[in-house]
């Protein structure tokens, strides 16, 4: 029964192309809308079989290894969901940097979900999977999709969208940390106002078939950056370096604080990359990461997983 005893898998970053907030919800989360997109930054995580409870190691200082983690908590929920009698040995060697708006803790969750279900042989549909997924954050479904989609709702609905194409991205981080919590906190009247739920059937079938041809990354906006930047001015000023390296469009990646630029060759990216670097602040080249890739490095054929839907 036990025929897979370690299974090693990346767990990818993402970025918003864009981020919008339409009101407050009746639940006291934000309506947003947001197009959501994979790149090729990657955790990297390994699962060994044990007899019985959850053990997880990281190779970073300050990151948790306990219930705080969402790794641990996304096996717990998991084995308690199929009646899991067995445990897990985790290794989490960590290249996205934490809390940084570039989802690398719900990637993670995302990660172990896939791999824990062929190593408890559980036979449970990318759909279960997103249920349990929605337990633990807004971004955990999306990273079970992967691609260019769009995220509707508290951003934890997500349906696929053509894929865009980008090859020359840059990530930049200062190491400066803002709580999402007050990031909402200070959104402006107008961005607040209460408003209904919006109601729409959530289909990861449906994701799945969607098969397009690649786009160029759409019209760039978040609604948070405001916010942020009145309170880290020194994002103001990576943006502006950015633009002035030749970026041809720069935003803030989710709640922040990651900045994203695009660059429309190499040459330009490699030197705004230098400038970036030499003033000591963590940059990383990327790429837009489609669906197709992003699934086959995350399980290649076993995806789908024993069941279906």
């Known amino acids: 029964m036990w025929g897979v005893r ?9 970025i918003n192309w864009t981020l919008e907030v339409l009101g407050r ?20 995580l390994s699962f060994e079989l044990a007899e019985e409870g959850i053990e997880l190691r990281c190779d970073t200082p300050g990151i948790p290894v306990d219930e705080d983690n969402l790794v641990v908590r996304a096996a717990r929920i998991l084995g308690e969901w199929a009646g899991v009698k067995r ?8 290249k996205i940097p934490a809390a940084a708006g570039l989802g690398g803790g719900s990637g993670n969750a995302a990660a172990a979900l896939l791999a824990l279900r062929r ?3 559980i036979r449970a549909s990318v759909s279960d999977l997103a249920g349990i997924g929605r337990r633990l954050g807004a971004d955990v479904p999306f ?14 609905e997500v349906y696929p969208l053509p894929e865009v194409s980008s090859p020359h991205l840059l990530l930049v981080n200062a190491g400066l940390q803002m709580p999402t919590a ?49 309170r880290l001015p020194l994002l103001v000023e990576i943006r502006d370096r950015l633009v002035q390296s030749g970026a041809h469009a720069v935003q803030m990646a989710g709640s922040g604080s990651t900045i994203f630029a695009l660059f429309d060759s190499e ?21 837009a990461l489609g669906r197709v890739e992003y699934r086959a490095s995350l399980c290649g054929s076993d995806y789908w997983g ?3 839907w």
């Open 6 to 14: 370690t299974i090693t898998i990346p767990s990818f970053a993402k």
């Open 25 to 44: 919800r009746t639940d006291g989360y934000h309506e947003l809308r947001t197009i959501l997109q994979t790149v090729d930054l990657a955790d990297r």
């Open 87 to 94: 445990g897990a040995r985790i290794v989490l060697e960590k």
């Open 119 to 121: 190593l408890w042989d």
């Open 143 to 156: 990273f079970l999709l992967g691609g260019t989609a769009i995220g509707i709702g508290r951003g934890d």
């Open 182 to 230: 007050e990031v909402y906190a200070g959104l402006p009247p107008e961005l607040t106002k209460p408003v209904g739920d919006v109601k729409m059937p959530f289909s990861f079938e449906a994701a799945y078939l969607c098969d397009l041809a690649p786009l160029e990354p759409p019209m760039l906006k978040n609604d948070l950056e405001a916010v942020v930047f009145a």
């Open 267 to 287: 040459a330009k990216r490699s030197v705004a990359r230098r400038d970036c670097t030499a003033r000591g602040w963590w940059c990383a080249p990327v790429r």
């Open 306 to 308: 024993v069941a279906k």
